[in-house]
């Protein structure tokens, strides 16, 4: 049974978390899984083959386990785009909205080099506004952006178009 399970089978659902109302799709499960894991890596990678990726960008937080396996997997660097104040070098921030709230992310400011080729990764893809930061801050840095890999999408909230209204290319495993 187990050897035909996709993606999205090794992901889990807590309703209520972390507020009444939010169905929060929960992808430790997935990622404790050895298969589920190598395969969801796998899976994010394989429209890249033969593209130029200079640096993995990850978000935080679920985007920095996935993108530390993506970079390896490509042996090239990994940038942390993190919460603001966890960042010890001189940064640039970016407000946003969230699902269920707001906050500001921010990257050091010479994490990336002009024209770099940028793969932007993280776990989910709700309203998009995450993702959307990190993409200001990864343009203000010169960085070009070749695509935004994640793991689920939840087409509700219209993440996925504010992205592709942005110019930006989006690649999901599962809604
Ligand atoms: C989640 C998720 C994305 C973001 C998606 O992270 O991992 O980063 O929300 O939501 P959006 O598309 O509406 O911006 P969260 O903000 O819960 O932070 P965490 O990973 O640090 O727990
Ligand atoms: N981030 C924003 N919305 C989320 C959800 N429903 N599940 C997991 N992470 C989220």
Do not use: W
């Amino acid at each position: 049974m187990s050897r035909n399970k996709s993606v999205k089978d090794y992901i889990r659902t807590i309703v209520d978390f972390p507020h009444e109302g939010i169905m929060f799709r929960d992808v430790t499960t997935l990622f404790a899984d050895p298969r589920g894991f190598r395969m969801a890596i796998d899976q994010m990678l394989h429209p890249y083959a033969g593209e130029r990726i200079d640096k993995v960008v990850g978000l935080e937080a679920r985007g920095f386990i996935l993108g530390g396996a993506i970079a390896h997997q490509l042996s090239v660097g990994f940038v942390p785009i993190r919460k603001k104040g966890k960042l010890p070098g001189t940064t640039i921030s970016q407000d946003y909205k969230l699902e269920y709230g707001e906050a500001i992310v921010e990257i050091h400011d010479d994490a990336i080099q002009p024209g770099e080729k940028i793969l932007v990764v993280d776990d989910l893809l709700a309203t998009g506004g995450t993702a959307a930061a990190g993409i200001k801050l990864i343009e203000r840095l010169g960085g070009e952006i070749v695509s935004c890999s994640f793991i689920i999408d939840l087409p509700e909230l219209g993440g996925r178009k504010a992205l592709e209204d942005m110019g930006m290319d989006v690649h999901v495993l599962c809604e």
